[in-house]
């Protein structure tokens, strides 16, 4: 009998290391012309057939499971870059109301705007505001042909491989269909998938992600479209774009056809006649915000009738036509059980608040931050009163909150509900790991004590030496496949990487010691090699991330690069940072004189390398790994050194494109005008940083005009 036809219980260990690479090789080619070439050539049952066979020898052969499983990759192939699709309707965004007053105000707008009285009937639809990131599906014919992100809102990215590996985008719609019509709406992911990837990115030893929305915006913008299609991305139909011929005249109507055409609608998006049926259904959908699958941040209004829609328009990048009326900020009561102390990458000792288990927003919050002593005691970062001065003891009664995606805080107690024997907490001044004395030092720009107390033992503090490889490892920085926190921490404690150098010498020890990894708990043949593969492709890595790597205080991605620029390689880079370390010296002058490094973090490099066994590491280090040079700076253009904001909506390129050019032309760019800016790019719509540069007497030109400047 052929391997093919034998059943799973009766193959024999070669027949099945057979069985397992046919099958890897036949289902990626499904794979390929499923997603990539939209072509299948067998039906999905045969198709999960094929996959449950590959499942069930490798439960069978655990040892022989491949590393290109099927199993572990789902989907086709993988694209250079994506491509840029301009979409011929702008993507817009929404205006936001915060209470039912802004709501009123929104709905009497709207009626001064068409001069409608009161009385006049004027219905509006409902739905929630999915927290995803939203996507254009241009269907000609009914097929469906480009799917776009929507980028700046102009320019979007191509990404129709991965849009089709979504089982909630049709590639062909049912029924009677306008020629072209482009369906806008939202991906996202349910809160339980979610949580199942992070527990699956956990036990494998990868990052975790941060929220649905980020993930789910992460998984879509994948050039290897089998990541996408492994991930369970969903898609909620809500709006429309360019298009020969709308099938309804309402809002509602045109979402209840996509609903026919076999698209998937929210079915809480509802039609009302009053402001009162709005709110109603507001609070309605934030009651059972929580037992969503999804997460959603607010309730979305729009005019129902289009041709109303028509009349009112645009501002600015948004409809006058609908509003986003978002929840606030979710709170809960809870007990806060105790306080630890994390010790940081640079020592910092952040305390953490261990509560008792309670729900916000649907997600279970046990730990939230204190930011530091201060915020214990009831002082701002201004040394002012926060809470009117009420401290936090453990044992009290708090409130909490969590806003969007960012980590729950403590925001109050309840003095009324503290315990009677209940003690000021006292912040320790010595590092509960190292137990080197922990200081507060000054701040040089307030001249008041840093709000942060750090342990003083860099060199001998375990927590510090752990938090600096769990840092070098990062995404951010070498994004070592399957070498994440909890492999830097595990490694560490064994003795096996005490230091970033020590990760690359690490397979040539294992080489020659007894003790292999792979006999270690948790690893085995495979993985052991797939980590010595992964270490391997990063000896070559991008200057700024070598740079943003070492762990130096102040020095995040954005000083990284600045450095990597300007100093162009690895070499130039440390050299420079050595001889910097007296102040009369040229290579100082120059650290202090770049555009956006001062002298804070001047000083934290040249304190960085000027200790020897840092100094030391990152020899090691050099010894180990190719930083690749940066691109230089251009120096000689009318822009070098310059400091450029632009604002407004740019129609020839997209806001970072324009950044880049600026930064290659040697130029700062920033984020909001001030008086060090030299120059502000505004497209239509500018607001506020066009105003506050005519104030300043700033110059302001327009995107055409910067063209001809840079000569294109
Ligand atoms: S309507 C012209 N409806 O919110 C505006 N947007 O803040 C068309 N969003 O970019 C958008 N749920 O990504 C609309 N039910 C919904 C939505 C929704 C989420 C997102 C969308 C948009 C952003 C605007």
Redesign the pocket.
């Given at each position: 009998m052929s391997d093919e036809t034998t059943a799973v219980e009766e193959l024999s260990s070669a027949q099945a290391e057979r069985e397992l690479a046919r099958l890897a090789m036949e289902i990626s080619g499904h794979d390929q012309r499923y997603h990539t070439e939209d072509a299948p050539v067998i039906s999905d049952a045969e198709y999960d057939a094929l996959k449950r066979r590959n499942l069930a020898i490798e439960a069978r052969f655990p040892d022989l499971k491949r590393a290109d499983s099927p199993s572990d990759r789902v989907g086709g192939g993988v694209l250079e870059k994506f491509e840029k699709v301009t979409h011929k309707v702008a993507?817009?965004?929404?205006d936001?109301a915060f209470s039912e007053e802004d709501v009123r105000d929104f709905v009497e707008r709207v009626r001064r705007f068409l001069k409608l009285d009161t009385k006049a009937p004027l219905a509006f639809t409902a739905?929630?505001?999915?927290?995803?990131?939203?996507l254009a599906l241009r269907y000609e014919e009914g097929r469906l042909v480009t799917a776009a992100t929507?980028g700046d809102g102009t320019v979007g990215e191509n990404v129709t491989a991965n849009a089709r590996t979504i089982g909630d985008i049709p590639h062909t719609l049912k029924g009677s269909v306008p020629d072209v019509i482009e369906v806008?709406?939202?991906v996202y992911m349910t809160k339980s998938d979610f949580a199942e990837l992070n527990r699956r990115q956990e036990a494998e030893g990868k990052q975790t992600y941060v929220n649905p929305r980020n993930t789910a915006a992460g998984s879509l913008r994948q050039l290897d479209t089998a990541i996408t299609a492994s991930r369970p991305l969903k898609f909620?139909a809500?709006?429309w774009g360019d298009t020969s011929g709308l099938p309804a005249d309402t809002q509602l109507g045109v979402v209840e056809c996509f609903a026919e055409w076999g698209l998937v609608v929210?079915p809480l998006?509802k039609r009302f006649d009053t402001v009162e049926g709005l709110i109603e259904h507001y609070r309605l959908i934030e009651s059972e915000r929580a037992e969503l699958a999804y997460d959603?941040d607010g309730v979305?209004y729009?005019v129902d009738d289009l041709s109303l829609q028509q009349r009112l328009g645009f501002v600015s990048r948004?409809?006058r036509w609908?509003i986003?009326h978002k929840f606030p900020a979710e709170k809960a009561t809870t007990v806060l059980k105790d306080i630890e102390i994390q010790v940081g990458r640079t020592g910092a000792l952040s305390p953490v608040a261990r509560l008792e288990p309670v729900t916000v927003g649907g997600v279970v919050v046990s730990n939230a931050t204190l930011h530091n002593e201060d915020y214990i005691a009831g002082i701002g970062s201004d040394g002012q009163p926060i809470r009117e001065g009420r401290d936090l003891r453990i044992g009290d009664t708090v409130t909490i909150y969590r806003a969007g995606d960012v980590i729950p805080k403590v925001m109050d107690v309840d003095l009324s509900r503290r315990p009677k024997d209940s003690m000021p907490y006292v912040f320790p001044e010595t590092c509960p790991v190292c137990g080197s004395p922990a200081t507060r030092e000054v701040n040089e720009k307030t001249g008041r004590m840093d709000s942060v107390r750090r342990c003083t033992g860099s060199l001998i503090c375990p927590a510090q030496a752990v938090e600096k490889l769990k840092h070098f490892v990062s995404r951010n920085a070498f994004d070592i496949d399957g070498f994440g926190a909890k492999q830097a921490e595990a490694f560490y404690l064994a003795d096996l990487v005490k230091n970033p150098a020590e990760i690359f010498t690490l397979e040539a020890r294992d080489a020659a010691s007894m003790t292999k990894l792979k006999n270690r708990d948790g690893w085995g043949e495979q993985s052991a090699a797939n980590l010595f593969a992964a270490i391997e492709a990063r000896r070559e890595i991008d200057l700024h991330r070598f740079i943003y790597a070492l762990g130096i205080r102040h020095v995040g991605e954005g000083n990284a690069k600045i450095l990597a620029r300007v100093y162009h390689s690895a070499r130039g880079f440390v050299d420079a940072m050595e001889a910097a370390v007296d102040h009369d010296s040229e290579a100082w002058n120059d650290l202090v004189n770049i555009d956006g490094i001062g002298p804070i973090v001047a000083q934290a490099l040249v304190e960085f390398f000027a200790e020897q066994h840092n100094a030391a590491i990152v020899e090691r280090l050099l010894g180990e790994v190719r930083p690749r040079d940066a691109e230089q700076v251009a120096t000689d253009t009318a822009f070098s050194g310059k400091t450029i904001v632009f604002t407004g909506s740019l129609e020839r390129m997209s806001r970072d494109e324009a950044k880049a050019m600026a930064e290659r032309l040697g130029a700062k760019t920033a984020g909001s005008v001030s008086k060090k800016t030299d120059l502000v790019v505004a497209g239509p719509g500018a607001g506020s940083k066009l105003k506050k540069a005519s104030e300043l007497g700033i110059e302001v030109i327009d995107e055409d005009e910067w063209f001809t400047r840079i000569g294109e």
């Open positions: 993507m817009l965004s929404l936001n739905e929630p505001k999915i927290d995803g990131l939203s929507r806008r709406g939202e909620f809500y709006a929210n998006m959603i979305v729009k948004s409809p609908a986003a």
